[in-house]
């Protein structure tokens, strides 16, 4: 019974408010990230992260390399180079949150 209520009235709803094109109902969310204007690496990153993890920017910057090869990495490798459990969940979480374009490092202020 409702969906016959809703199918007549999208049925009458003019065609300049709804689009012939378009399914009702479905949104369009897109996984990739926008790109950002300030450049972040490693140490950005897990300064943004926080927690005391910054201190392993010297230990991740030599065996990782860069920003895109730590968002990738899982948490075996992180455990062999010696990451505490509570800080690897931490930077695992982030770089998920950063992969999806829901989180990122906040820019650090000017000083004047």
Not at 19 to 35: D, M, R
Not at 62 to 85: F, N
């Amino acid at each position: 019974m409702a969906w016959r209520q809703i199918l007549s009235i999208s049925e009458r709803l003019p065609s300049i408010l709804v689009p012939s094109n378009s399914v009702t109902g479905i949104a369009n969310f897109s996984s990739k990230s926008s790109p950002y204007i300030v450049k972040v690496g490693i140490p950005e990153f897990l300064s943004g992260v926080g927690n005391g993890v910054e201190k392993h920017v010297e230990k991740l910057e030599s065996e990782i390399g860069d920003l895109q090869k730590l968002l990738v990495t899982r948490t075996i490798k992180l455990k062999r180079l010696g990451i505490p459990c509570k800080q690897r969940k931490l930077i695992l979480k982030f770089a998920h949150k950063y992969r999806l374009g829901l989180w990122r490092p906040r820019a650090e202020a000017l000083k004047s």
